[in-house]
């Protein structure tokens, strides 16, 4: 018992801790600055979604979503790899849509308290 002990000790001290979600390793800003599609203005938006798509694997893997913010980092790779894939499939350029989904993003005010009806006397 107390080998086994030892050897689960051993491999505990020896072994390297795996990072959870790796997000840095996606090297989103390198392929951003390395691929010339990606910094050309027309593609500001496709880049600004992939930074999106980082920071959002970021806070899952904050909230212990590892499962969820792996495979994010995988498709942030993905589209990152073949920049000409991610423009054509963010080509929506709906003006309505991109008006609607700029609205949620805004904070709302609260609701103020449902008030109470006055007690009867």
Not at 41 to 60: E, F, G, H, S, Y
Not at 74 to 83: C, F, G, T
Not at 86 to 103: F, L, P, W
Request: glycine share 2%; hydrophobic share 45%.
């Amino acid at each position: 018992m107390r080998a086994t002990a030892a050897i689960l000790a051993t491999f505990v001290l020896v072994l390297p801790a795996r990072a959870a979600c790796d997000v840095t390793n996606a090297k989103l800003e390198e392929t951003i600055a390395a691929r010339g599609e990606l910094r050309e203005a027309a593609n500001a938006q496709a880049v600004r979604d992939l930074r999106t798509l980082r920071d959002a694997a970021i806070i899952l893997e904050s909230y212990k979503f590892e499962p969820e913010c792996e495979r994010l980092v995988a498709i942030v790779k993905q589209l990152a790899a073949d920049p000409d894939k991610a423009i054509e499939q963010s080509g929506d350029t709906d003006e309505d849509k991109a008006e609607a989904v700029e609205r949620t993003r805004q904070p709302k005010a609260a609701m103020p308290p449902a008030s109470s009806p006055a007690p009867a006397r």
